[in-house]
């Protein structure tokens, strides 16, 4: 509602930086700047209710990032971080066995052991302590909704959405008007595919010299187990089964904590037939005979989803912007291969803030953070990412075994004589143009699920704890309405209600027995902020906004 005259004007409040996004990278960009200036005035918006309320991740973290930004880590009696990888393990899966790969055959970087296991989400909050404690301001609950630019088209800051509208657009009882973030540089930090990224990007084009971004959908799941089925420090990684032709992804399985098991699932968005559900993919991967019995006498507790940036070296966009910088996920800083990227997202967070910092010192303000840009990839982010840039293009051309095998010979040319027989390898097409149409593919059918080791999509949104605001405007928004039942429902079968993992997206009939009148339902309340179907929708049709601030999902320390 910003260019509503009627409406009161929006209050402002000016910064030094101005930071959107409260997680890993966010918060080390705050700290690490407070650290080198005190006086430096720094704020963080962050959409989700508290910090860390939006925060998935497996997570296996190396603690590289963390040993750079707070060296005292390990001695801080509150910090969350206390599990160490004890036990690493590789597996190809087929239905029924699980053939281990030895640790002496993976490449190095592949290995886990000097990393430690736990929650993203509450690591973010342990930070977000220590970043108020510096003195920054951190804002939950507020959705930064737009890019605010000057006279030049350098962009000066960021302004919160409206609270109280309704589903009509128009305010309700108790409207209140979103403020002004005003910064001399602006620093994006909302994860994968977020949407003032997505705005950047598009402005200024950023990505006109990179490939196009790839992603996955990681699924996730945390559970506590019976004394007997947990294993302190293991780490367990597998691919295959029940990913089929035309699909490829992989699970994790990470033990830690209070008998807390971490399970999820990624499957990749190149995936070619429409019929194949992520959700469904990883509720059958659990009851494989290697998995399975982890899960004997326990309690799921948690559940959500989340995409993941997998295009890494060759899909970083430029950086930098007129007026601020890409950071963290929302630059793709994700190691694809090592299923990592807190540990990046932290260390892109502290590149950007002493660049920030150096450059107001010099009386700078709303320009670009040149060095930034030029020296990321002289770091060991680049490092990081420029030794498995080819694995996935390995995988997307060659399929499951032979792109795997494919792409550990690669990783350890790089390690080994740090460069490779392909070079640098391009992604195919972007990921919302690879569905091969009804027609061409045997639909998949999945089981029902047995609610004790299998569950179904509303149950899992339940333990999702999502909340939005039901008489708001619908924050997923279709260009074309008559799209999905026009174009996507007679080739594709319209996706959307498979690849969403929440039951956000539903095709409903007048007549169920004939299927007449087909309808596309929207139920926006489900959405857990996952951003699939902003990626993978074939006709590009639905754009993910952000609803109102501190809705959607509120992780328990996932």
């Known amino acids: 509602m910003a260019d509503d005259p009627t409406l009161p004007a929006r209050e402002s409040m000016e910064y030094d930086v101005v930071i959107v996004g409260a997680g890993p990278a966010g918060l080390a960009a705050a700290i690490r700047l407070k650290s080198l200036d005190p006086n430096i005035s720094v704020v963080i918006v962050e959409k989700g209710s508290t910090v860390g309320a939006h925060i998935l991740s497996g997570a296996v973290i190396d603690p590289i990032g963390l040993d750079r930004l707070t060296p005292d880590w390990r001695s801080d009696a509150q910090c969350p971080l206390k599990t160490q990888v004890v036990t690493d393990q590789f597996y190809f899966l087929t239905e029924k066995a699980a053939v281990h790969l030895p640790n002496w055959a993976m490449p190095k970087l592949m ?11 509450a ?17 939950p609950g507020f959705a930064a909704t737009e890019l605010l630019f000057g006279d030049k088209g350098e962009v000066v800051g960021v302004a919160t959405g409206d609270m109280g509208v309704g589903r009509d657009g128009h305010p309700k009882a108790g409207f209140t008007r979103g403020m002004e973030l005003r910064g001399k540089y602006v620093l994006l930090a909302e994860g994968a595919r977020g949407s003032l990224s997505k705005q950047a990007v598009a402005r200024y084009g950023l990505d006109s010299a990179s490939g196009p971004q790839k992603y996955g959908i990681g699924l996730k799941e945390l559970w506590q187990v019976a004394d007997d089925r947990f294993s302190p420090g293991l780490v367990r990684h597998t691919f295959g089964w029940p990913l ?36 469904d993919e990883f509720q059958r991967f659990k ?25 890494g070296w060759q899909s970083a966009p430029k950086l930098v912007f007129p007026g601020g910088a890409l950071i963290g996920c929302s630059a793709g800083f994700v190691n694809f291969a090592r299923i990592k990227g807190s540990h990046n997202a932290i260390l892109s967070g502290m590149l950007a803030a002493e660049k920030a910092h150096a450059a107001l010192v010099a009386g700078r303000a709303n320009d670009e953070l040149t060095d930034y840009e030029n020296s990321w990839r002289d770091t060991e982010i680049g490092r990081d990412l420029y030794k498995v840039r080819n694995v996935k293009p390995l995988w997307s051309r060659y399929g499951l075994i032979l792109g795997v095998a494919l792409g550990g010979l690669d990783m350890w040319t790089n390690e080994l004589f740090k460069s490779s027989i392909f070079g640098t ?8 143009d690879t569905l091969r149409p009804l027609s061409d593919v045997t639909p998949i059918v999945y089981p029902k699920p047995d609610a004790m080791l299998t569950f179904d999509k509303a149950s899992s949104v339940y333990l999702s704890n999502t909340n939005h605001e039901e008489d708001q405007p619908v924050h997923l928004r279709l260009h074309d309405p008559d799209a999905p039942i026009r174009d996507n429902l007679p080739r594709y079968g319209e996706p959307a209600r498979l690849y969403c993992p929440a039951g956000v997206y539903e095709v409903v009939y007048a007549n169920e027995a004939t299927r007449a009148e087909p309808r596309f339902v929207i139920n926006a309340q489900n959405c857990v902020h996952c951003k699939t179907c902003d990626i993978k929708d074939p006709a590009k049709n639905i754009e993910w906004t952000p609803p109102e601030g501190g809705g959607g999902p509120n992780y328990p320390d996932l």
Do not use: C, M
């Open 287 to 311: 009851t494989h005979p290697l998995v399975r019995g982890t899960f004997d006498g326990g309690k799921r507790i948690a559940y959500g989803a989340r995409v993941i940036a997998s295009g």
């Open 111 to 121: 290995g886990n052991h000097g990393n430690y296991i736990g929650s993203l989400g």
């Open 244 to 279: 089929s032709k035309g699909a490829s992804g992989g699970s994790f399985l990470y033990h830690y904590g209070d008998r807390l098991v971490s399970v999820g699932f990624v499957v990749h968005l190149n995936y070619q037939n429409p019929t194949l559900s992520p959700f």
């Open 425 to 432: 390898l391009k992604h195919g097409k972007p990921d919302s």
């Open 123 to 139: 690591i973010a909050r342990w930070l977000g302590a220590r970043a108020e404690a510096l003195g920054v301001e951190i804002y």
